[in-house]
C-alpha cells in the first residue's frame, strides 16, 4: 500500500519480515536517516538495530536481553540513547548510547531488578529525566544523570 495516499483507511506495509514485540525510531548514527530499534522475537532476547538498505532494512548491531520489553529510542544528556528493559534474569534497565561508533555503543546499567514495564524521557534544561514504571519494584521511578564528580 502507497503510505501517501489519502483515504478513511490507515495504509500499511510490512518492514520487517520476522516477529517484533516493540520498535523505536531514532538517527542512532547521526547521518540525518533513522534507524530501526528492536526487541526480538515477541518478548525475546535481542535488542536489534537496523539500517535502511536498498533491498529492506540491514541489522548492524545487537544486545541481548531476558524477556525483553519496553524499548524506547531518543536524546539523552544530549547522547542517541536506545533503553531497555529485561523482565526476567537480573530485570535490569538498560541503556546504550551511541556517540563514537554506531556498532559498539557505551553500554550503561541505569537499575539492576526493577523490570521496567514502560519509559518516557522529560528533556529539561537541568538534565533530562528518566521515567520508569518499575514493575518488580512496584514503582515509578525517576533516573537522571549525576554530575562528574557527584
Known sequence: MDLQSPGPEWPSRQVLPREVSEVAVLDLD???TDELVTIEPFHGNTLRAYRKAADGW???WDA???FGHCVLAGM???RRSVIASSRTGDKSLLMFQFEEDPKHP???VVDESPAAANMVIMPRAGGD????????EGEVAVYKVRPAGG
Open 30 to 32: 547521526g547521518d540525518g
Open 58 to 60: 540491514s541489522p548492524f
Open 64 to 66: 541481548e536481553l531476558s
Open 76 to 78: 539523552f544528556d544530549g
Open 106 to 108: 557505551r553500554r550503561i
Open 129 to 136: 529525566l528518566l521515567f520508569s514504571a518499575n514493575q518488580a
